[in-house]
């Protein structure tokens, strides 16, 4: 089954809010936020076109301890890097 990219976020849009948590689909090309369920946004103070529409590095600052980020991002990006 191979669903264009938009209509596999619709699908999950469309669960999110039954699953006890948050859910966040993140583009690992630029790393930009493509969907954030209503819980995360509510938690956030934001809506999904707002945490669309900033960059990636805003994102960081914005919501994460930035000491941390720098120890475990390179960590992250070489997980990602090494499943291509």
Known sequence: MNLPFKRKLEGIAATSDLIPGVIIIQNLFDLKIEYMSS?????????????KSIEN??????YFNIEDWKDYSPKILKLIESKK
């Open 39 to 51: 819980r995360g946004l509510n938690i956030l103070g934001v809506d999904l076109e707002e945490i």
């Open 57 to 62: 590095a805003e994102y960081n600052d914005r």
